[in-house]
């Protein structure tokens, strides 16, 4: 199966982070949608139908690890790949729900490598 046609949800408080990951993803074939915080990543979880979600932890209001449990409790199946800038998150037990624990960085091999792998591509 191609890329062609998967959504991911990035949902990260810093629009910088928006730029470099559409302008990357969307090069490798996915559609890319956007959330600035928790709540509107729920709704674009829900409203959206994602293949996968990209997800920071650190945000205000509702946090990552949250916006996770309720994005597992209602659809256990889809990928999520928790990102945060800081590594010392990967040993909070609240992480482990998630399918992969990535830190940001701006090279993006290791993040492409992990949305292929959870995408099966």
Partial sequence: MSQQGKKILVVDDEESIHLLYREEL???GY??????NGEDALNAFNSEQ???????INMPGMDG???LR???ESKPDVPVILSSA???YKQDLASWASDD???????LDEL??????????
């Fill in 70 to 72: 309720q994005m597992k």
């Fill in 101 to 107: 624990y990535i830190v940001k960085s701006f090279n």
């Fill in 86 to 88: 800081y590594p010392e």
């Fill in 112 to 121: 492409k490598d992990s949305v292929r792998r959870h995408l099966k591509i």
């Fill in 50 to 56: 994602p293949d996968l979600i990209i997800l920071d």
């Fill in 31 to 36: 559609t890319v949608i956007s959330a600035m």
């Fill in 26 to 28: 969307e090069e490798e």
């Fill in 65 to 67: 690890i949250e916006v």
